[in-house]
Structure formats: structure tokens, C-alpha cells
């Protein structure tokens, strides 16, 4: 069930770039995640890449989730005619990781 008439889904994609769920709202998939609702929104609005080493768009009106769930993030991102930068998956992987100098 929707928190509001206005709340929006939230769609999910590994660093794989695959769909690999939605939520009902921003605030519900925060909560799941135990991330902050404006880092989430962030890299829903397209000003971040990405938060916790994931991806996430808002559904559009025009969409079904059963449309999303085969799709990759760069086949979505060109139906709907965003242009948002990606990671290699490797570089996905080795964000924020920090080497010990060994002594």
C-alpha cells in the first residue's frame, strides 16, 4: 500500500546494473535499506550516481514494475531518455575501499 497519493516507486538495481526490486516509497526503502531518505532521493533525482553501492530511478507513470523486471538499468535509462553517468562494475565494487599501508 502506497504511504501517499503522491509517494512514488522506487525501483532498485545491483551494481550489476540488474533490477533487483521496488519499493512502495522513498521513506519505506530507506527504512529497508537503513540509508537516509536524501541520499536515496539523490541518486533517484539523478544528482548522485549511486548510494550503498546501488542504483536507484523513480518508476514513471508510463511503466509497470513487471515492465523493469528484466530490464538492465542502461536499457531503462535509454526508454526513458535519461542520460545518467554509470560505473563500471568494477569500479562499483572498489568505491570506497582504503588499502593499510603495511609497515
Do not use: W
Amino acid at each position: 500500500m502506497l504511504s501517499s497519493n503522491n509517494a512514488k516507486i522506487v525501483l532498485v538495481f545491483n551494481p550489476l546494473k540488474r533490477f533487483i526490486g521496488a519499493f512502495t516509497s522513498l521513506h519505506n526503502t530507506a527504512k529497508a535499506l537503513g540509508k537516509d531518505k536524501v541520499s536515496i532521493y539523490e541518486a533517484c533525482a539523478g544528482r548522485c550516481i549511486s548510494c550503498n553501492n546501488l542504483y536507484f530511478r523513480y518508476l514513471p507513470s508510463n511503466m509497470s514494475i513487471e515492465q523493469v523486471v528484466n530490464m538492465d538499468l542502461r536499457t531503462f535509462d535509454k526508454i526513458n531518455g535519461l542520460e545518467r553517468k554509470l560505473y563500471t562494475s568494477k569500479q562499483m565494487t572498489r568505491k570506497g575501499m582504503k588499502y593499510k599501508k603495511q609497515q
